[in-house]
């Protein structure tokens, strides 16, 4: 019997340490909680390093323990909602003064997580932030929180929805105004709003398919009403199809522009980079093949993020390095979103209508309807030569090393970016229309449930049973952006790129 009780332990992971300390009933075995079992969180909220103030957060049940171990402020415990100035303490020993801080406790479930939620307030530096968070680390129950642990909590608790949860960390990463509103706007929920009219509406049309499979058009149920959800999910998907027709508006804004800038050697390739970043980030030299590998940087272009890669110079070589860097090189024009050949001006044939008359074929064959070309180099021919190639909506003459032309260059490059990826903004820096889809995940289950009402429609009202299947199954795939149904596939997605802390 006593294997057997020990057999049934094992099965039953959770609960094997008190379980088997009741089961040899030693009231001198006192065994620590495992980390499954510490349900109170902590970690730091604020960057690591040196600053004015570092914020630690503790959430979960023992978060008042958490107050009373550490926080020595005059009261035992606190005022909800209030901060307090105190002096930070070790648990163990209440004479070692670890920090002069503050702390405000929020009383769940009134808090960001909806649990009990207490912050520290303290100086920020490595030998003050180490010993606090030491000094919790020693509290039964609590334990160092999982990156994005803290959002994942308030989702579950059912504070915020998948959205906002993005919304919350596009915010941290958000590095131009544009980002900034985008992400804003999902974190105030107003994503979570637009996604859950859709799923409405999709449940709407159910609820009327519905209603005619239990009691069928006649004294019950009036006539027109196949009809009528029809009507209302033929609109569903036209209003679907014009989200998921936005050129990726909403994904590029979020993640950035790809750009590649890409030409041959001596080009000046380099020193456009330069001039963008308005800073030495690439090195530039007359010898060819100076740039061997790609250079990318996070640039603000016009209010659009964009990431700009320098490539090597495009050429036939014998030289095994610079050879793999032409390889990349390619690759990255080929995926990137929109290329920019730069060109010595100099060297184009003159009177040539077709600018690709006079270039090397390996760099010819990198030029498609998403290439607009720099010519540089401006300052060394004449006047006459240069109107042989004036300067049109994706074609600028400049001298980078001048700065002839650069103005007007980057006036016609930021419209041009606002055209082919629809993003336009007002006086204010607005989106005039702003995207509804941010992420890719989005597109995907909206992408599903487009789908699935395409096939009810291609049903005919004989077929009202898969019909309804099929709006169930709509309506599902628009819950999971919000997290509304069936998110557990998701969760990991979601948070596993926050920062610890948040």
């Not at 204010?428 to 597109?443: A, E, K, V, Y």
Request: aromatic letters at 6%; one cysteine or more; charged letters at 25%.
């Amino acid at each position: 019997m006593a294997l057997r009780a020990l057999c049934n332990i094992s099965a039953r992971p959770h609960c094997l340490r008190s379980t088997t300390a009741a089961y040899y009933s030693t009231p001198s075995i006192s065994l620590p909680l495992s980390e499954s079992q510490k349900k109170t969180i902590y970690a730091l909220s604020t960057p690591k390093g040196k600053g004015g103030v570092g914020v630690i957060r503790i959430s979960g049940p023992q978060s008042l323990d958490a107050w009373r171990s550490v926080v020595k402020s005059g009261r035992q415990d606190p005022e909800p909602w209030k901060m307090n100035r105190c002096k930070i303490v070790h648990p163990l020993r209440k004479d070692d003064v670890l920090d002069d801080g503050m702390a405000v406790f929020f009383k769940g479930p009134k808090s960001f997580t909806s649990e009990d939620v207490l912050e520290l307030h303290i100086h920020s530096g490595r030998a003050i932030t180490s010993s606090v968070l030491d000094a919790l680390s020693s509290i039964p129950g609590l334990r160092h929180a999982e990156a994005g642990e803290f959002t994942k909590r308030a989702f579950k608790s059912g504070r915020i929805d998948l959205t906002q949860a993005e919304g919350i960390k596009d915010m941290i990463e958000a590095e131009t105004d544009a980002q900034r509103r985008i992400a804003v706007g999902a974190a105030m929920g107003i994503s979570r709003v637009k996604f859950t009219e859709l799923r409405d509406e999709i449940i709407g049309c159910l609820a009327l398919i519905e209603a005619l499979i239990d009691f069928g058009e006649g004294e019950d149920i009036e006539e027109g009403v196949y009809d009528q959800a029809r009507t209302r999910a033929q609109t569903l998907l036209t209003t679907i199809e014009g989200h998921l027709s936005d050129r990726r508006r909403g994904e590029l804004l979020r993640s950035g522009v790809r750009l590649a800038i890409f030409g041959p050697p001596n080009a000046g390739k380099s020193t456009l980079l330069n001039f963008l970043a308005q800073r030495e980030a690439a090195i530039v030299t007359p010898i060819p093949g100076t740039t061997r590998d790609i250079l990318e940087l996070s640039l603000d272009i016009g209010g659009i993020p964009v990431l700009v890669g320098d490539t090597a110079g495009v050429r036939e070589t014998e030289d095994l390095v610079e050879e793999i860097g032409v390889e990349r090189a390619k690759k990255a024009v080929q995926a990137a979103d929109i290329s920019l050949c730069v060109l010595p001006l100099p060297e184009i044939r003159p009177h040539s209508k077709d600018i690709r008359l006079g270039l090397a074929p390996e760099i010819q064959e990198l030029i498609d309807e998403k290439t607009v070309f720099l010519f540089n180099k401006a300052d060394l021919v004449s006047g006459a030569s240069q109107n042989t190639h004036s300067t049109t909506g994706t074609e600028w003459q400049v001298s980078l090393s001048t700065g002839q032309g650069c103005k007007a260059f980057l006036s016609g490059f930021e419209k041009i970016l606002q055209e082919r990826f629809d993003l336009s903004f007002d006086s204010t820096g607005q989106d005039r229309n702003p995207p509804l889809i941010t992420h890719s995940r989005h597109r995907v289950h909206l992408q599903s449930a487009a789908d699935f009402l395409r096939v009810f429609l291609d049903y005919g009202s004989q077929d009202v049973v898969l019909g309804a299947e099929e709006l169930r199954y709509a309506a599902q795939a628009v819950g999971r952006i919000s997290g509304t149904v069936d998110v557990e596939d998701v969760l990991d997605v979601v948070f596993r790129e926050f920062c610890i802390g948040k």
